[in-house]
C-alpha cells in the first residue's frame, strides 16, 4: 500500500470538507443579510407597541429616530 498517495486522498478530502464549509457559510450569510433587509424584524408598529407598554406615547420623531437607529445596527 502506498502511504503517501493514502494521505494525499486524506487530505483532499479534508481541504474539500473545510473549503466546503467555509463557502457554505458565507453563502448563508450572505442569504440571511439580504431576508433580514427585504424583512426586517422589528417595524414602526411594534416600536409603538413597545414604548405603549412603557408607559409612554411616542411622537413620530421618536419612532424615526429608533426606526433609524435599527436599520443602523441591521446593516
Known amino acids: 500500500m502506498n502511504w503517501g498517495a493514502f494521505f494525499l486522498d486524506i487530505l483532499k478530502v479534508l481541504g474539500g470538507f473545510i ?3 467555509v463557502l ?3 453563502i ?3 442569504y440571511m443579510k439580504k431576508y433580514m433587509k427585504k424583512n426586517p424584524p422589528i417595524n414602526e ?3 409603538r407597541s413597545m414604548m ?3 408607559g409612554r406615547t411616542p411622537s413620530q ?3 424615526n429616530q429608533m426606526m433609524k437607529q435599527m436599520t443602523k ?3
Open 19 to 21: 473549503a466546503g464549509a
Open 24 to 26: 457554505g457559510f458565507f
Open 28 to 30: 448563508a450569510r450572505n
Open 45 to 47: 408598529q411594534m416600536i
Open 52 to 54: 405603549a407598554g412603557m
Open 61 to 63: 420623531k421618536q419612532v
Open 73 to 75: 445596527y441591521m446593516d
